[in-house]
């Protein structure tokens, strides 16, 4: 039986995931913002985080993402320490086209696409994506993703990195669970739900004025 990917994500209203963790997470490109995660603290997202990785799972990361990862987790101590070793313990596959080593323990790389298809038919616990914005167009694209949980808080940023990129493709999602804590944070899973369809023959038609065949022009030669 094959595995299935779920991945998770926070996300600020306007789309940035960018370093919610904490302020040295990610500061490139001048974002200041990090840590936004904790400066919105909110219980209620904590039931979601314990089911997610609450039972067996291996990690699809991100090189980026599992550079934070393995700073942090196999050091951290407390209340966190628990998830650390859980970490340490589930493989990790990190899909990167760099040769650079990947110290943290069980930890494995890919190359391509192609090989994530393969990791996926393989035996095995269910992979998690987490955060590892870059990956998702590729995801997409390939059908390889199962689940997707956007955590939405109710928070916008105005700049960071975005996880719907240029490059990701059009798709339909459907909507599986969805709840909103207290604090209004938006907790929604979805399903893939495949491509887009066609436009609709009884939706509204385009308007054939000569105002319309004007700004069509103006759209054609970039002066709209």
């Known amino acids: 039986m094959a595995r299935k990917i779920t991945g998770s994500l926070f996300v600020s209203l306007d789309g940035v995931i960018q370093a919610p963790g904490g302020p040295t997470e990610d ?6 913002e990090g840590g936004w995660l904790f400066k919105l603290p909110d219980d209620g997202v904590n039931q979601t985080l314990g089911d997610l ?3 067996a799972y291996d990690l699809l990361l991100g090189r980026r ?4 990862f393995a700073a942090y987790w196999p050091y951290v101590e407390g ?12 493989n990790k596959y990190v899909l990167t086209g760099s040769n650079a080593p990947l110290p943290w323990e069980n930890s494995h790389r890919l190359t391509d696409w ?25 995801l997409l694209g390939t059908g390889l993703l199962d689940r997707l949980i956007l955590i939405t808080y109710p928070v916008i940023l105005g700049r ?18 969805h709840y909103v804590t207290d604090k209004g944070t938006i907790i929604a899973s979805y399903a893939p739900g495949g491509d887009l369809p066609a436009y609709p023959a009884d ?22």
């Open 160 to 177: 960071g990195k975005r996880w719907f990129g240029a490059e990701t493709p059009a798709r339909k999602l459907d909507m599986t669970d």
């Open 114 to 138: 192609e090989e994530v298809a393969k990791l996926k038919e393989s035996e095995g616990p269910d992979l998690i994506v987490q955060g590892s914005g870059s990956i998702y167009p590729g």
């Open 79 to 90: 209340p966190e320490a628990a998830l650390g070793k859980a970490f340490s313990h589930a």
């Open 65 to 68: 993402t599992y550079d934070i």
């Open 53 to 55: 990785f609450g039972g």
């Open 27 to 32: 500061p490139t490109n001048g974002f200041d």
């Open 203 to 224: 939706a509204l038609t385009p308007s054939t004025s000569d105002r319309e065949a004007e700004r069509q022009a103006r759209i054609a030669n970039g002066t709209w």
